[in-house]
Nanobody, 124 residues
């Protein structure tokens, strides 16, 4: 089992920045690919970004590339999402996920463990 706890979500004005953290415990963090997803009210959960086990490969949704940066620190068992130039449409609950299942980094099905989410609200 892997336990994931997100933090860092809050209310921010459009154009602002936030850094989300995902702290992992349980099994060896570096064994897992990690991802960030988000879910806005009334919408399906969508992929935001993902990172490989070593951190050498990163994946983003095109619309977020350049604004969001994913990273991880395997020594600290923590993953991060730096979000800049935030827009009201970025408002959502952000979830971190860990997976050891092969498949697309972009799909929720590739992840076995999920955090409880952290709310990000961007005001206009």
């Amino acid at each position: 089992q892997v336990q994931l706890v997100e933090s860092g979500g809050e209310l921010v004005q459009a154009g602002g920045s936030l850094r989300l953290s995902c702290a992992a415990s349980g099994r060896t963090f570096s064994n897992y690919r990690m991802g960030w997803f988000r879910q806005a009210p009334g919408k399906e959960r969508e992929f935001v970004a993902a990172i490989s086990r070593s951190g050498s490969n990163k994946y983003y949704v095109d619309s977020m590339k350049g604004r969001f940066t994913i990273s991880r620190d395997n020594a600290k068992n923590t993953m991060y999402l730096q979000m800049n130039s935030l827009k009201p449409e970025d408002t959502a609950v952000y979830y971190c996920a860990a997976g050891s299942i092969s498949g697309s980094y972009y799909s929720t099905t590739a992840y076995s463990y999920w955090g409880q989410g952290t709310q990000v609200t961007v005001s206009s």
